[in-house]
Each structure stands twice: as C-alpha cells, then as structure tokens.
C-alpha cells in the first residue's frame, strides 16, 4: 500500500470528523461504526454472498481446465492463525481506511451533489484498485477486478449506513478464495484444497487470483446484482439512483453536540 492509498483516507477521516461535528451529526453512527438489531444479519448476508460466488468461479475454470487442483495444506492451528485472523484483520484495516475514514469523508463532502454516492463509491473503488498494483502478479485487469470489489463494498457501506455488511463482503471474498486455493490478490494462505493456474491467465487470473480473470470479474458483478436484492428486500423504498436505503444518521439537538465536543460541560450536565 502506498503513502497516497494510506494517508488520503486519514486525511478524509479528518474531514469527515470537521463536517460531522459541524452538521451535530452523531460520530459513531456517521462513520458506519455503530452496531445495531440488523447488524448480525448483516453479516450473515456478506459472508454468504461472496462464498456463493466464489465457489462458482471454481467450478467453472475447472471445468474449463484453467486450474489444476490438488489436496491443500490447512490444519486447524493454521485455519485459526493464517486464514481466519490474517485475513479477518486485513479487512477490518482496509474497511477502515477505505470505508469507514475516505469513504465517509467523500460521501459528506458530495452530499448535495447529484449522483454524489455514487461518485464517491467509483472514487473510492478506483483508489481501493491501485492500491493493489503492487501485489504479486498484478495487471490492469486485476486492479479492475479489485476496484470492483472496492465498489462492491462501497455500495454495501453507503447503503446500510454501517461497516458490517462489508467488512463481511471482503473478509468472505478473501476466505473463500483462500479456502478454494486461489492467490488472494496476490497473497497465499494454506486451503483446503490448492489450485494452480494453467494456460491464459485471463482465465484464472494467473499469479493474483480470480480477480484478475473474466470469471472473477463476472462473479464480483454477481455479487452486485446479489447485494442489490437483499438491500431491497431489508429497504424496500430503497433507490438504486441515489444509493438511498437505510435512513441517514439523524442530526443532533445542538445541546448534546456541544456536549460532545466538551466533555467537562458534559461532566457538568
């Protein structure tokens, strides 16, 4: 990750923080990081998704011979240490760079802005993208394809109004791939199976994994239409246009905001 990727969403978080506190917005609920009743469920719905989809993408290069698959090597302490923890919290950091701190931040800022979210979602998406240049086997093809799930995310975010159903998108999407065998953008963790690329890489993304070939990016646009139907199931007055589902977080009465930017008056009250 380069110094741009990590220090542009720091710089949005505090620009998110400036407007949320201007607008009496409250903190935790305006960055995604409150936990609510449909908060489990949620999850529940990303882990699922990307599972679904990932498996697949397996089958089909498998049939279509662009992998070879083999027994893998996972173990439960492995599981435990290499898959679970290792990749549980590479997504908690980037859902909160990119989500929680840049996202918020370009939302708040393009909020009168028609089209705005998706603006937003599109940057973010995009900057998520080249941020993974640098990973083993990198290409333009596979920046698409995580920029897709920069998007993918992004929407999910927007929409809730919460860090849950993505950090649930992106740690399934890792986990699956890892599990099946697959690179991760790059990176390897012990699976239950191992599957090894062969022949044209656009068919199974060669060295970085699926997203860097045509299944994994059709499995990422399944995931959308996947992702759209349940926000219109939880939000049926939901728009699509405006990236408008779960109700914004609601302003505050000016008393308890400035009790929230001085705590000794809050101690006083």
Known sequence: ?????????????????????RRRLPVLATFGLSVSRHSPLDFLAGLTMPAIAIALVFFTEK???????????????????????????AAVLE???FRVLLLTGLALLLDGVPAGRWI???????????????????????AVGTGLGGVIYGIAFLA?????????????????????????SGNHVPGLLTSDSTGDV????????????IPGLLARFLIIALLFLYLKR?????????????????????QAARRDRDPVASQRA
């Open 1 to 21: 990750m380069s110094y741009v990727t990590f220090f542009a969403p720091l710089l949005f978080g505090v620009i998110a923080l400036v407007l949320i506190l």
């Open 63 to 89: 049939l279509l011979g662009a992998i070879t698959v083999s027994a893998g090597s996972i173990t439960w302490p492995t599981f435990l240490n290499d898959v679970l923890a290792q990749l549980f919290l």
């Open 95 to 97: 859902e909160l760079l």
């Open 120 to 142: 937003a979602v599109l940057l973010t998406g995009a900057l998520f993208g080249a941020a993974h240049l640098g990973n083993e086997g990198a290409s333009w093809v596979a």
């Open 160 to 184: 809730t109004r919460s860090v849950w159903l993505p950090l649930a998108l992106h740690m399934s999407w890792n986990m699956a791939q890892g599990l099946f065998g697959f690179p991760i």
């Open 202 to 213: 656009l068919w199974n993304g060669g060295a970085y994994g699926p997203e860097a070939g």
């Open 234 to 254: 939880r939000y049926p007055s939901g728009r699509i246009a405006t990236l408008r589902f779960a109700p914004d977080p609601v302003r505050r009465p000016r």
